[in-house]
């Protein structure tokens, strides 16, 4: 059946914590912690949210250092190799 209405609300608090700069990765962290023995639901959700937003952060930084090491060592021309991944 359909999990209570107080799981959905905070799997959905922890999939939308991806918008708090610095922040979003603890929220889904800390409600997996609290959730992970009385609701489910919420756990579960909550744990999908921590590893997608962890992932998402590592390939964040990744690409941040792979490109600042680019545009060093080619004295500022491999930042234009940015350009159509940045927008």
Do not use: K
């Amino acid at each position: 059946g359909m999990p209570p209405q107080t799981e959905c609300v905070m799997a959905g608090l922890s999939h939308l914590s991806i918008l708090l700069p610095q922040f979003g990765l603890f929220v889904p962290l800390i409600l997996w912690l609290v959730n992970r023995e009385n609701a489910p639901y919420a756990a579960y959700q909550s744990q999908q949210a921590f590893w997608f937003q962890l992932v998402v952060n590592i390939g964040f930084w990744i690409v941040a250092a792979l490109g600042t090491v680019l545009g060093f060592a080619t004295f500022g021309l491999g930042f234009l190799a940015l350009l159509p991944i940045l927008g």
